[in-house]
């Protein structure tokens, strides 16, 4: 059950992600998303890159392991490896260009995804010894 949980507040947390460019420019990722949802019925290869389909699968990914009555780890970590792609390269020009708003709204992602691997690998190891 705790996976499920970490799951769901993996796909929550990589929602709130901020994006800022100019002066003027920012969005979250959920604004984002909805756009290139938008945009995959009417126009599908605008929206075909790996910085948008990647994270896009990873969600839909996460989002069937919180349906299934035992979760895959498997699809566990290939769901939140396409999400971490996009928001740890957020998270890096946020350091790089010292802006606090982006790693702020990247850290929430990167703590839950680091409790998720803790918790996958402590759960493996303690099948292996039974």
């Known amino acids: 059950m705790k996976i499920k949980i970490l799951n769901t507040l993996l796909i929550l947390?990589?929602?709130?992600?901020?994006?800022?460019?100019?002066?003027?420019?920012?969005?979250?990722?959920?604004?984002?998303?909805?756009?290139i949802i938008g945009k995959l019925f009417?126009?599908?290869?605008?929206?075909?890159?790996?910085?948008?389909?990647?994270?896009?699968?990873g969600q839909i990914i996460l989002l069937i392991t919180i349906f299934q009555k035992n979760p895959s780890k498997v699809l566990t970590l290939i769901g939140l490896s396409g999400l971490?792609?996009?928001?740890?390269?957020?998270?890096?020009?946020?350091?790089l260009s010292v802006n606090f708003k982006?790693?702020?709204?990247?850290?929430?992602?990167?703590?839950?995804?680091?409790?998720?691997?803790?918790h996958l690998w402590?759960?493996?190891?303690?099948?292996s010894v039974k």
């Open 13 to 35: 947390t990589s929602l709130i992600g901020f994006l800022q460019w100019g002066k003027d420019s920012h969005l979250f990722l959920f604004q984002a998303e909805a756009e």
């Open 122 to 127: 402590l759960n493996r190891s303690s099948q």
């Open 102 to 118: 982006i790693i702020i709204s990247t850290l929430p992602f990167v703590i839950v995804a680091i409790l998720s691997i803790r």
């Open 42 to 57: 009417t126009d599908p290869t605008s929206v075909l890159h790996p910085f948008t389909v990647l994270p896009l699968a």
């Open 84 to 95: 971490a792609l996009l928001l740890l390269f957020m998270l890096l020009v946020g350091i």
